[in-house]
């Protein structure tokens, strides 16, 4: 398959696969128990195999050392005053120390598996040293998962896309915990404009994909 790249260098980045959305015993801004089962469940099959293939899988960690550096973002600030909104927790989501920010059991690889934790905006190049991190590892290629959709998938999507990288969203390793119809059309705009969308399996059979090196 043509994805714009010679020699393709892949990465998963994985947004926000932690215990803040998808734990409901702690979670401050929860995705629906149905959801957080099948994402996770996704992830672990498409990381299991990513690691065979020498495929590094980066976890991107959404936290903040208080409610100030949520509060600057003048939309996220109406929403916490909505108390009808999803996401009227935000200023409490993810605060340094809360369980929270740890990533969910089962996905993280401590020995291989790489770290990014100061992810703050729904952009995950913004104020956090992923594109060092890409581009120190030649990756050319990133294969994006997590949550939400609508919001931090999209968001970083359209960023790496801007950045000249060439963007797979596995469609089952996404969702959101918002409505549905929100992740159907984060796809879409993806698939019309930004990157591929592709289910895992047709992820792990892509050729290009198969044996890497790094």
Known sequence: MNFGVDNVRAAIV??????GHLDMSVATMPATQEIADQVVAANRSLFDWARTQAIPVIHLVTQYRDAEEI????FWRTRAEDPNNPRKN????NIIGMPGGEIMPGLLDTTRD???DTKKRYNCFVATDLELL???????TLIITGVNTNSCILSTVTAACSMDYAVIVPSDCVNTMDQPAL????????????????????????????GESL
């Open 14 to 19: 994985a947004i926000d696969l932690h215990r």
């Open 71 to 74: 509060r600057l973002n003048a």
């Open 90 to 93: 935000v200023l409490k989501h």
């Open 114 to 116: 790489w770290i990014v």
């Open 134 to 140: 890409l581009k120190s590892h030649g990756i050319n």
């Open 183 to 210: 992740h159907d059309a984060a796809l879409l705009c993806i698939r019309t404009a930004f990157g591929f969308v592709m289910t895992s399996t047709e992820v792990m059979d892509l050729p290009e994909l198969q």
